[in-house]
Structure formats: structure tokens, C-alpha cells
């Protein structure tokens, strides 16, 4: 599994980087048999996030640093060293440029974009 990570960098600019999951085996929950789990990653927390059809957010950092797990629509985020990137329903990816310029966002699809927003 891959997610995108959009971080800082020293001069204060955000990049796009795909991260690469790995998994082990796990006796997660027995008496189930065993199953493929990532390292756990301690979280602060989780809200349910909607934004409307059309809806545009010029240059701002991302307030906390933060996975979107996309649930519907499709959304467009910018990078302040110019690369955009498209996310849909699937699609995850982890904010962390939570100073310097930050990033644009704007939604495409016709209907809201929704995701379940998970704080580290």
C-alpha cells in the first residue's frame, strides 16, 4: 500500500513523496486467523471532514499534522513547488506541511469531497 506525504521542507516549500507501506503478519484477533498489519502510529484524533462542490482554498498550511483517508469526491491539492496531485475515494495521504506556505486545495468533483481526517 502507498500514501502520499506532503511535507516542508528547510525553506518553508511543500513537496509531494509517496511512502510505501509495509506489513507483517499479525495474531490481531484470535481466534481469527492471522492477518497483514502495519506499525501502529500513535494518533491525537479523528473527525469526519466534508467539504463542498466547487469549494477553494488558496495557500494555507495544514493545521495539525494529518492523514485523509478519501471517502467520496475528488480533490485537488497544490504544492507550493508547483506539483498538483488529485485524490479520490481510496486515496490517502498525510498532510505535514503544517508551516511555511502550505499548500492550495480545491475540490473537482461534482459532489462534496469527504474523508475521515485521523490527527498524529
Known amino acids: 500500500m502507498k500514501y502520499t506525504t506532503l511535507y516542508i521542507d528547510a525553506d518553508g516549500d511543500s513537496h509531494f513523496k509517496d511512502v510505501e507501506v509495509g ?3 499479525v495474531n490481531f484477533a484470535p481466534p481469527a486467523p492471522p492477518l497483514d498489519l502495519s506499525s501502529f502510529m500513535p494518533v491525537s ?3 469526519f471532514f466534508r467539504t463542498p462542490s466547487g469549494w477553494y482554498g ?3 498550511p495544514a493545521p495539525k ?7 467520496s469526491g475528488e480533490i485537488e491539492l497544490t504544492a507550493s513547488d ?3 496531485r488529485v485524490f479520490r475515494s481510496g486515496d490517502v495521504f498525510l498532510l505535514e506541511d503544517t508551516t511555511g506556505k502550505g499548500h492550495r486545495s480545491r475540490v473537482l468533483s461534482g459532489v462534496d ?3 475521515a ?4
Do not use: N, P
Not at 481526517?117 to 498524529?120: I, M, T
Open 82 to 84: 508547483g506539483e498538483i
Open 23 to 25: 506489513f507483517g503478519s
Open 117 to 120: 481526517v485521523v490527527q498524529l
Open 45 to 47: 484524533q479523528m473527525v
Open 58 to 60: 488558496d495557500w494555507h
Open 65 to 71: 499534522r494529518q492523514f485523509f483517508c478519501c471517502l
Open 113 to 115: 469531497f469527504t474523508a
